[in-house]
T-cell receptor, first 110, second 115 residues
Framework: EDQVTQSPEALRLQEGESSSLNCSYT??????LFWYRQDPGKGPEFLFTLYSAGEEKEKERLKATLTKKESFLHITAPKPEDSATYLC???????????FGTGTKLQVIP | EPEVTQTPSHQVTQMGQEVILRCVPI?????FYWYRQILGQKVEFLVSFYNNEISEKSEIFDDQFSVERPDGSNFTLKIRSTKLEDSAMYFC?????????????FGPGTRLLVL
């Protein structure tokens, strides 16, 4: 069964203080790794899809990278509006279901 | 930008009652999904649907649950006899194609509270 583990569970940063969120996964045949942002009481908002080791994608202050065992979401010079829970999820094998991690709750302090 | 919409945003029901949660997927998407998130827990897959039939379902999706695409735009999740443990956020998602090349886009959710 697919497993997704995210760390840390919570992260508190000062505005402008860069950091990385980790997502380690165990799957049988990765077909896609996804990063979503979730605000309280809202649905997951799509950020990135990564398909193969070595792939990187960027969007504003966020950059996602992928290796064979884990993915990182790098946040450069974060702003308070980046505060949210960041979810990592995987799709594997012949399945259509996406398996989510428990998320990293990011708080950026002004 | 196209988005998935869900109604109602909140639903309160009595244990044993039936509820129907509604979703309008993104218009050119062909694959539809329901997920749920119990408060403080992770998002969990319930079911995927394509070409008017269930293509995959989880152990959570037992006989009390059913899905339907009653017309060309709506996708519904019915819970026949609600239990206290069904209280959760229910998210609908859709994708243009399945699998890793088909990113799933999520709606804002329906918060279901069973009393």
């Amino acid at each position: 069964e697919d497993q997704v583990t995210q760390s840390p569970e919570a992260l508190r940063l000062q505005e402008g203080e860069s950091s990385s969120l980790n997502c380690s996964y165990t799957v049988s045949g990765l077909r896609g790794l996804f990063w979503y942002r979730q605000d309280p009481g809202k649905g997951p908002e799509f950020l990135f899809t990564l398909y193969s080791a070595g792939e990187e994608k960027e969007k504003e202050r966020l950059k996602a990278t992928l290796t064979k065992k884990e993915s990182f979401l790098h946040i450069t010079a974060p702003k308070p509006e980046d505060s949210a829970t960041y979810l990592c999820a995987v799709l594997s094998g012949g399945y259509q279901k996406v398996t989510f991690g428990t998320g990293t709750k990011l708080q950026v302090i002004p | 930008e196209p988005e998935v919409t869900q109604t109602p945003s909140h639903q309160v029901t009595q244990m044993g009652q039936e509820v129907i949660l509604r979703c309008v997927p993104i218009s050119n998407h062909l694959y539809f999904y329901w997920y749920r998130q119990i408060l403080g827990q992770k998002v969990e897959f319930l079911v995927s649907f394509y070409n008017n039939e269930i293509s995959e379902k989880s152990e959570i999706f037992d006989d009390q649950f059913s899905v339907e695409r009653p017309d060309g735009s709506n996708f519904t999740l019915k819970i026949r006899s609600t239990k206290l443990e069904d209280s959760a956020m229910y998210f609908c998602a859709s994708s243009e194609i399945p699998g890793g090349r088909g990113t799933q886009y999520f709606g804002p959710g329906t918060r279901l509270l069973v009393l």
